[in-house]
Structure formats: structure tokens, C-alpha cells
């Protein structure tokens, strides 16, 4: 009877290492797919963000004008009211969308002589302008191409909540990746002497060129 124990206690213990180790490889690969594609831009705009003056092209601004109708013009007029800070009303923003191709929405500026409305976005920039006595409107859209709408992206500049929340969830799954490869690291470094000191060169390297290297 006493000889069975230690053999049990042997038999639970690799039980339990092999529950762990299912577990450990289950979140590893579930955590690796989530942030596959998002580790594959971030490291490209890496790339692109760190020789951002080679690789980005030339700005290109478009230009428009126009003149709101009376009926909307009524909706933004001048007025005794003190400067505020507001949406643009929902026809005049409409109309702003489909007469000049550019988003109506967001907070717009309100002064005694116009409404202004900036409109910021990854890879460009953009504003409306509408005159709140004779209703002129005019608008810039300047975009700098593809490569820094991506570089845009990799900081979250005027991405909007959606985006900022995709970073964080994307942050958490890189997160489980690294510690779930650490922890199977773990577990194979009897095998894989190397295990270790690559680990340790991969803190140690940009420890050193941090250190003597940026001032």
C-alpha cells in the first residue's frame, strides 16, 4: 500500500504538467492568431515610422467651395450668442457631406463670424469652414498617402474609439503571447540550453544601446 503513493503522487504530478502544458499551448497559438495580422503592420509601420522621412510621399490637398442654401444658412446665422463649441446641425452637416465630400460630424467651433469644423483623420487632415453671414463655405482635404495613413494607425492618431479599442485588446493578446511563450520557454530549457541566454541577449541588447547610445 505504501509503495502505491509515491507512484500516484507521480502520476498526478504529470497529469498536472500535462493539463498546464495543453493550457499553456492552447493560449499561446488562440493568443498568437488574434494578434497575428496587427504584429504584422505594427512591425511594418516600425519599420516605416523609423525612416519616416524616406518613405513618405507628398502631401496632396483638394480644395473646394461652395455656398449653403438659405433655408440651412438660417440654422448657423450670426447671433448674439457667446462663442461655444458644438455639433454642426444635422441637415447642415448632411448637406456638408454630400455637396463637399467631407464628414459633417464632430465638434465644430462656433464664433461670431464663422463655424469652423476640423476633421482630422489617419494619413491626413482636413477642415470646413462656413461663413454665418453669407454662407460661403470652403474646405481643405489633404492626404499624404497610404504609408502614413498606416504609420497613423500604428499611434492611434485620429483613429477614433473603435481603433483605440482594437490597440488595447490587440496589446492583451501580444501580452499572452509573450508570457505564454516565456512559460513554454520554461518548460523545454532543460532540453534547449540556448533557451536562456537568447532571452537574456534579447534584454541585454537594447539595455546596451540605450545606454551608450541615446543621450
Same mark, same amino acid.
Given at each position: ?86 455639433? !454642426? +446641425?444635422? &441637415? ?10 467631407? #464628414? *459633417? %460630424?464632430?465638434?465644430? @467651433? ?8 476640423? !476633421? +482630422?483623420? &489617419? ?10 453671414? #453669407? *454662407? %460661403?463655405?470652403?474646405? @481643405? ?8 495613413? !498606416? ?65
Amino acid at each position: 500500500m505504501h509503495g502505491t503513493a509515491p507512484i500516484q503522487t507521480q502520476k498526478n504530478r504529470k497529469s498536472a504538467r500535462a493539463f498546464w502544458m495543453k493550457q499553456l499551448h492552447t493560449w499561446h497559438w488562440v493568443s498568437s492568431a488574434i494578434s497575428l495580422i496587427g504584429l504584422l503592420l505594427f512591425a511594418f509601420t516600425g519599420i516605416t515610422l523609423n525612416h519616416a522621412a524616406d518613405v513618405e510621399g507628398a502631401p496632396r490637398t483638394v480644395e473646394k467651395s461652395a455656398t449653403l442654401p438659405a433655408n440651412l444658412l438660417r440654422q448657423v446665422a450670426a447671433d448674439d450668442a457667446p462663442d461655444a463649441k458644438k455639433p !454642426l +446641425p444635422a &441637415p447642415v452637416a448632411a448637406w456638408v457631406e454630400n455637396s463637399i465630400g467631407q #464628414s *459633417g %460630424a464632430g465638434i465644430a @467651433e462656433w464664433s461670431a463670424d464663422e463655424v469652423y469644423l476640423a !476633421l +482630422p483623420r &489617419p494619413g491626413g487632415d482636413g477642415w470646413v469652414a462656413i461663413d454665418r453671414h #453669407s *454662407g %460661403a463655405v470652403t474646405s @481643405e482635404a489633404t492626404s499624404r498617402g497610404w504609408i502614413s495613413y !498606416l504609420n497613423d494607425l500604428h499611434k492611434g492618431r485620429n483613429a477614433g474609439t473603435a481603433w483605440t479599442w482594437f490597440i488595447d485588446i490587440f496589446a492583451v493578446a501580444c501580452f499572452l503571447f509573450a508570457l505564454t511563450g516565456l512559460l513554454l520557454l520554461q518548460l523545454h530549457a532543460k532540453k534547449r540550453p540556448s533557451t536562456w541566454p537568447l532571452v537574456a541577449a534579447g534584454l541585454a541588447i537594447p539595455a546596451i544601446l540605450a545606454i551608450l547610445f541615446i543621450h
